[in-house]
């Protein structure tokens, strides 16, 4: 599979963002799609996921900030981040996880930077 990711970018605190990532080659038989991110010197962690159902999860204190959601049609999926502060500064990472596997697949990084 093939993770495309875009739409990061550079934005004051206070702004918003949308990030989309397309998956293709293989994409047939993904369960879940979600977005992690990792600032420099942090571990990556996870933002928000969301099921082929629309089951969401969020990591802590993301919710209502940030929302998942996803196009299966389209095998994509969209993150709009809102009220974003200088400490969302990272490379967000859009992942996917197959039914019947446990591993995460990664596309290659779009850097969202806030300035204050």
């Known amino acids: 599979v093939q993770l495309q990711a875009s739409g990061g970018g550079l934005v004051q605190a206070g702004g918003s963002l949308r990030l989309s990532c397309v998956a293709s080659?293989?994409?047939?038989?993904?369960?879940?799609m979600g977005w992690y991110r990792q600032a420099p010197g942090n571990e990556r962690e996870l933002v928000a996921d969301?099921?082929?159902?629309?089951?969401?999860n969020y990591g802590n204190g993301l919710k209502g900030r940030f929302t998942i959601s996803r196009d299966n049609a389209k095998d994509t999926v969209y993150l709009q981040m809102s009220s974003l502060d200088p400490e969302d500064t990272a490379v967000y990472y859009c992942?996917?996880?197959?039914?019947?596997?446990?591993?995460?697949?990664w596309g290659q990084g779009t850097q969202v930077t806030v300035s204050s």
């Open positions: 992942s996917v996880k197959f039914y019947g596997r446990s591993e995460l697949y």
């Open positions: 080659r293989a994409a047939l038989g993904i369960d879940r």
């Open positions: 969301i099921a082929r159902s629309g089951w969401t």
